[in-house]
Antibody, heavy 120, light 110 residues
Framework: QVQLVQSGAEVREPGASVKISCKAF????????LEWVRQAPGQGLEWMGI????????SYAQNFQGRLTMTTDTSTNTVHMELSSLRSEDTAVYYC?????????????WGQGALVSVSS | QSVLTQPPSASGAPGQRVTISCSGS????????VNWYQQLPGMAPKVLMY???QRPSGVPDRFSGSKSGTSASLAISGLQSEDEADYYC???????????FGTGTKVTVL
Protein backbone atom coordinates (compact mmCIF):
# COMPACT_ATOMS: atom_id res chain seq x y z
CA GLN A 1 0.00 0.00 0.00
CA VAL A 2 1.03 3.59 -0.50
CA GLN A 3 3.10 5.03 2.34
CA LEU A 4 5.30 8.06 2.82
CA VAL A 5 7.82 7.59 5.60
CA GLN A 6 9.69 10.64 6.83
CA SER A 7 12.93 10.95 8.73
CA GLY A 8 12.90 11.69 12.43
CA ALA A 9 12.77 14.77 14.61
CA GLU A 10 15.59 17.30 14.40
CA VAL A 11 16.92 20.01 16.67
CA ARG A 12 18.88 22.89 15.20
CA GLU A 13 20.31 26.20 16.32
CA PRO A 14 19.27 29.44 14.63
CA GLY A 15 21.15 29.98 11.37
CA ALA A 16 21.65 26.28 10.72
CA SER A 17 20.08 24.10 8.03
CA VAL A 18 17.92 21.00 8.23
CA LYS A 19 17.29 18.28 5.67
CA ILE A 20 14.25 16.02 5.95
CA SER A 21 13.68 12.95 3.82
CA CYS A 22 10.44 11.45 2.59
CA LYS A 23 10.63 7.89 1.27
CA ALA A 24 7.83 6.57 -0.90
CA PHE A 25 6.54 3.01 -0.73
CA UNK A 26 3.88 1.26 -2.77
CA UNK A 27 4.04 3.40 -5.87
CA UNK A 28 6.53 4.78 -8.35
CA UNK A 29 7.90 8.05 -7.01
CA UNK A 30 8.18 9.63 -10.45
CA UNK A 31 4.48 9.10 -11.23
CA UNK A 32 3.26 11.83 -8.86
CA UNK A 33 4.33 15.26 -7.70
CA LEU A 34 5.24 15.63 -4.04
CA GLU A 35 4.41 18.61 -1.84
CA TRP A 36 5.65 19.91 1.50
CA VAL A 37 3.43 21.49 4.14
CA ARG A 38 4.39 22.63 7.61
CA GLN A 39 2.49 23.33 10.80
CA ALA A 40 3.85 25.40 13.66
CA PRO A 41 2.77 24.36 17.17
CA GLY A 42 -0.92 25.11 17.64
CA GLN A 43 -1.11 26.83 14.27
CA GLY A 44 -2.58 26.13 10.84
CA LEU A 45 -1.16 24.56 7.72
CA GLU A 46 1.35 26.36 5.52
CA TRP A 47 2.26 25.23 2.00
CA MET A 48 5.97 25.29 1.28
CA GLY A 49 6.35 24.02 -2.24
CA ILE A 50 6.13 21.18 -4.73
CA UNK A 51 8.52 19.01 -6.69
CA UNK A 52 8.07 16.88 -9.75
CA UNK A 53 10.24 13.84 -8.98
CA UNK A 54 10.37 13.11 -12.68
CA UNK A 55 12.84 15.71 -13.82
CA UNK A 56 13.18 17.58 -10.53
CA UNK A 57 11.35 20.79 -11.40
CA UNK A 58 10.21 22.72 -8.34
CA SER A 59 7.95 25.57 -7.28
CA TYR A 60 8.42 27.20 -3.90
CA ALA A 61 6.17 29.48 -1.89
CA GLN A 62 7.37 33.07 -1.89
CA ASN A 63 7.93 32.96 1.88
CA PHE A 64 10.68 30.39 1.40
CA GLN A 65 12.37 31.61 -1.74
CA GLY A 66 16.13 31.52 -1.37
CA ARG A 67 16.34 29.15 1.57
CA LEU A 68 14.30 26.12 0.50
CA THR A 69 15.56 23.31 -1.70
CA MET A 70 13.72 20.16 -2.73
CA THR A 71 15.54 17.31 -4.43
CA THR A 72 14.79 13.78 -5.59
CA ASP A 73 16.80 10.57 -5.34
CA THR A 74 15.03 8.15 -7.65
CA SER A 75 17.45 5.35 -6.77
CA THR A 76 16.01 5.26 -3.25
CA ASN A 77 12.48 6.51 -4.03
CA THR A 78 13.15 9.46 -1.74
CA VAL A 79 12.50 13.19 -1.83
CA HIS A 80 14.51 15.55 0.35
CA MET A 81 13.56 18.99 1.66
CA GLU A 82 16.27 21.28 2.95
CA LEU A 83 15.56 24.55 4.74
CA SER A 84 18.45 26.87 5.53
CA SER A 85 19.03 29.97 7.69
CA LEU A 86 16.68 28.57 10.29
CA ARG A 87 15.00 30.85 12.80
CA SER A 88 12.80 30.13 15.78
CA GLU A 89 9.68 30.69 13.69
CA ASP A 90 10.63 27.63 11.61
CA THR A 91 9.87 25.36 14.56
CA ALA A 92 7.12 23.17 13.16
CA VAL A 93 6.04 19.75 12.04
CA TYR A 94 7.00 19.27 8.39
CA TYR A 95 4.86 16.99 6.23
CA CYS A 96 5.43 15.58 2.79
CA UNK A 97 2.35 14.65 0.79
CA UNK A 98 1.71 13.00 -2.56
CA UNK A 99 -0.12 15.19 -5.03
CA UNK A 100 -2.77 13.07 -6.72
CA UNK A 101 -3.79 15.22 -9.64
CA UNK A 102 -1.27 17.46 -11.37
CA UNK A 103 -2.06 21.12 -10.81
CA UNK A 104 -4.88 20.50 -8.36
CA UNK A 105 -2.82 20.03 -5.16
CA UNK A 106 -5.00 17.14 -4.03
CA UNK A 107 -2.74 15.61 -1.39
CA UNK A 108 -3.99 12.05 -0.96
CA UNK A 109 -1.21 10.45 1.07
CA TRP A 110 0.79 12.15 3.79
CA GLY A 111 3.92 11.32 5.69
CA GLN A 112 3.78 11.02 9.47
CA GLY A 113 5.44 14.41 9.91
CA ALA A 114 8.87 15.41 11.19
CA LEU A 115 9.23 17.87 14.05
CA VAL A 116 11.96 20.45 13.61
CA SER A 117 12.83 22.48 16.69
CA VAL A 118 14.94 25.60 16.28
CA SER A 119 16.40 26.90 19.50
CA SER A 120 19.65 28.23 20.87
CA GLN B 1 -2.13 35.61 8.07
CA SER B 2 -3.91 33.46 5.50
CA VAL B 3 -5.80 34.95 2.56
CA LEU B 4 -8.55 32.36 3.05
CA THR B 5 -10.70 33.13 6.07
CA GLN B 6 -12.62 30.53 8.05
CA PRO B 7 -14.51 30.78 11.34
CA PRO B 8 -12.26 29.61 14.18
CA SER B 9 -14.84 27.20 15.52
CA ALA B 10 -18.11 25.44 14.79
CA SER B 11 -20.12 23.00 16.82
CA GLY B 12 -23.22 20.88 16.82
CA ALA B 13 -24.92 18.03 18.58
CA PRO B 14 -24.67 14.51 17.19
CA GLY B 15 -26.89 14.14 14.15
CA GLN B 16 -27.01 17.87 13.44
CA ARG B 17 -25.65 19.69 10.40
CA VAL B 18 -22.66 21.98 10.55
CA THR B 19 -21.45 24.28 7.80
CA ILE B 20 -17.97 25.79 7.54
CA SER B 21 -17.36 28.80 5.33
CA CYS B 22 -14.18 29.77 3.51
CA SER B 23 -13.90 33.30 2.20
CA GLY B 24 -11.31 34.26 -0.37
CA SER B 25 -10.89 36.54 -3.35
CA UNK B 26 -10.81 36.60 -7.13
CA UNK B 27 -7.16 35.50 -7.18
CA UNK B 28 -7.77 32.27 -5.29
CA UNK B 29 -11.25 30.80 -4.81
CA UNK B 30 -12.69 33.01 -7.53
CA UNK B 31 -10.48 31.45 -10.18
CA UNK B 32 -9.30 28.10 -8.87
CA UNK B 33 -10.69 24.93 -7.38
CA VAL B 34 -11.07 24.49 -3.64
CA ASN B 35 -9.95 21.46 -1.67
CA TRP B 36 -10.79 20.66 1.94
CA TYR B 37 -8.63 18.84 4.46
CA GLN B 38 -9.56 17.24 7.78
CA GLN B 39 -6.98 16.97 10.53
CA LEU B 40 -7.80 14.73 13.46
CA PRO B 41 -5.99 15.52 16.73
CA GLY B 42 -2.33 14.52 16.54
CA MET B 43 -2.61 13.23 12.99
CA ALA B 44 -1.55 14.30 9.53
CA PRO B 45 -4.21 16.02 7.42
CA LYS B 46 -6.42 14.03 5.10
CA VAL B 47 -8.10 15.23 1.91
CA LEU B 48 -11.85 15.39 2.48
CA MET B 49 -13.07 17.15 -0.65
CA TYR B 50 -11.38 18.12 -3.90
CA UNK B 51 -12.30 20.21 -6.90
CA UNK B 52 -14.95 22.06 -4.86
CA UNK B 53 -17.43 19.22 -4.42
CA GLN B 54 -15.76 15.89 -5.18
CA ARG B 55 -15.39 13.31 -2.42
CA PRO B 56 -12.39 10.97 -2.55
CA SER B 57 -13.11 7.30 -2.23
CA GLY B 58 -13.87 6.39 1.36
CA VAL B 59 -15.18 9.78 2.47
CA PRO B 60 -18.80 9.44 3.69
CA ASP B 61 -21.50 11.25 1.74
CA ARG B 62 -22.33 13.12 4.95
CA PHE B 63 -19.64 15.51 3.78
CA SER B 64 -20.44 17.89 0.93
CA GLY B 65 -18.71 20.87 -0.62
CA SER B 66 -19.74 23.84 -2.69
CA LYS B 67 -18.30 27.00 -4.18
CA SER B 68 -19.88 30.25 -5.26
CA GLY B 69 -17.90 33.23 -6.45
CA THR B 70 -15.07 33.89 -4.01
CA SER B 71 -16.42 31.70 -1.22
CA ALA B 72 -16.65 28.00 -0.55
CA SER B 73 -18.28 25.92 2.12
CA LEU B 74 -18.11 22.46 3.62
CA ALA B 75 -21.17 20.89 5.16
CA ILE B 76 -21.23 17.98 7.55
CA SER B 77 -24.63 16.42 8.02
CA GLY B 78 -25.48 13.78 10.59
CA LEU B 79 -22.60 14.98 12.77
CA GLN B 80 -20.71 12.19 14.55
CA SER B 81 -18.20 12.23 17.39
CA GLU B 82 -15.43 11.12 15.04
CA ASP B 83 -15.94 14.32 13.04
CA GLU B 84 -14.27 16.32 15.82
CA ALA B 85 -11.26 17.73 14.02
CA ASP B 86 -9.74 20.78 12.41
CA TYR B 87 -10.90 21.53 8.88
CA TYR B 88 -8.96 23.57 6.33
CA CYS B 89 -9.98 24.89 2.96
CA UNK B 90 -7.24 25.43 0.37
CA UNK B 91 -6.80 26.88 -3.10
CA UNK B 92 -4.12 28.09 -5.47
CA UNK B 93 -3.59 31.85 -5.39
CA UNK B 94 -2.65 33.42 -8.72
CA UNK B 95 -1.32 36.62 -7.10
CA UNK B 96 0.84 34.89 -4.52
CA UNK B 97 1.76 32.17 -7.04
CA UNK B 98 1.36 29.63 -4.30
CA UNK B 99 -1.07 27.27 -2.65
CA UNK B 100 -2.82 28.71 0.38
CA PHE B 101 -4.66 27.07 3.24
CA GLY B 102 -7.49 28.64 5.15
CA THR B 103 -7.16 29.71 8.77
CA GLY B 104 -8.78 26.49 9.92
CA THR B 105 -11.99 25.66 11.77
CA LYS B 106 -12.19 23.48 14.84
CA VAL B 107 -15.36 21.41 14.85
CA THR B 108 -16.66 20.26 18.22
CA VAL B 109 -19.40 17.69 18.68
CA LEU B 110 -21.42 18.67 21.74
Amino acid sequence: QVQLVQSGAEVREPGASVKISCKAFGYTLTDYYLEWVRQAPGQGLEWMGIINPSGGSTSYAQNFQGRLTMTTDTSTNTVHMELSSLRSEDTAVYYCARSLISGWHVMDYWGQGALVSVSS
Amino acid sequence: QSVLTQPPSASGAPGQRVTISCSGSSSNIGSNIVNWYQQLPGMAPKVLMYSNDQRPSGVPDRFSGSKSGTSASLAISGLQSEDEADYYCAAWDDSLIGYVFGTGTKVTVL
